[in-house]
């Protein structure tokens, strides 16, 4: 199943599938994705925040909360797993991505991305509508699917064993250390042996997901073999993601993310880090 749907074919289904907002910014973009989907979005839709359902206990950013407070939150936002989901947000294709990933590695089987997000949804002229949702609660039963998440430990033995390809999401200035990080008190680098394939790569002008033969192309001169095991970071998880969605569509749906990324590795005493292309 392709992991994105188009705006046609969502438009032809409002109402009948459950509609989720997962827009998100960075700290320097200075924007607000509650206060945006307040005041326009996809009719229907549900605003799932990736730094609210989270996990509070660390200071890492959008770290996966446990499946139970998971499962509050997804039941509050009345996300049934019986639902088809279609998860969108405001750039093209960033956060929702993330949220995306997030669905699924709390065992929502049924999630989908927009394709070119709302940026496209608004370009074809298509109706949107302001204020808060007020969604149905539903109960949730609580699930994790370990299979499509790494913590550090886990990434330390990969590097140690070579059982999968690290793929960095991030900038190549950022990936060989020559831009700082964006957020304070991090090293600048990468892990030994990681390939980079920032994530703007996998994205067409128009803010869509490229065409399999267009992925096939860009995931194979980053260097990676798309037959052997694939686990994607980034900066925070988010743009991991949106390799982990492209991959997606190639046929890689079990693609695992770093879930800590660079927020977490770079800011450990520890961990290897090194610089260069």
């Given at each position: ?7 046609a ?5 409002l ?5 989720v907002?997962g827009?998100w ?9 509650r ?58 294709i960033?956060?929702?991505?993330r949220?995306?990933?997030t ?5 929502y089987?049924?999630v ?7 940026r ?25 699917d370990?299979?499509l998440?790494?913590?550090a ?9 070579g ?5 960095d ?11 700082p ?8 680098g ?13 994205i ?8 399999a ?32 969605l492209?991959?997606?569509?190639l ?7 770093y ?7 770079g800011g ?10």
């Amino acid at each position: 199943m392709d992991p994105v749907v188009s705006t046609a074919w969502l438009a032809d289904r409002l109402g009948e599938v459950r509609v989720v907002d997962g827009s998100w910014h960075m700290p320097a973009e200075a924007r607000d994705g509650r206060a945006e989907y307040l005041q326009r979005h996809i009719p229907g839709a549900v605003f799932f925040d990736i730094d609210h359902v989270a996990d509070h206990d660390t200071d890492l950013p959008h770290m996966l909360p446990t499946p139970e407070a998971f499962a509050q939150a997804a039941g509050e936002l009345g996300l049934s797993r019986d639902a088809d989901i279609v998860v969108y947000d405001v750039h093209g294709i960033r956060s929702a991505a993330r949220v995306w990933w997030t669905l699924r590695a709390m065992g929502y089987a049924n999630v989908r991305v927009l394709d070119g997000g709302l940026r496209k949804w608004l370009a074809e002229g298509r109706p949107v509508e302001a204020g808060d949702a007020a969604p149905s609660p539903v109960v949730v039963a609580p699930r994790f699917d370990p299979d499509l998440v790494r913590s550090a430990a886990d990434v330390n033995a990969i590097l140690q064993s070579g059982s999968a390809q690290m793929l960095d999401a991030r900038s190549a200035a950022r990936f060989r250390g020559d831009a700082p990080e964006p957020r304070a008190g991090l090293r600048s680098g990468h892990m030994p042996g990681a390939a980079n394939l920032p994530w703007e790569q996998v994205i067409a002008e128009d803010g869509t997901l490229r065409p399999a033969a267009g992925l096939k192309s860009v995931f194979e001169q980053a260097g990676i073999d798309l037959a052997k095991p694939i686990v994607t970071t980034c900066g925070s998880g988010v743009t991991a993601s949106v390799l982990a969605l492209a991959l997606a569509r190639l046929g890689r749906d079990r693609t695992a993310v770093y879930d800590g990324s660079w927020s977490e590795w770079g800011g450990l005493a520890d961990t290897p880090v090194v610089t260069g292309a």
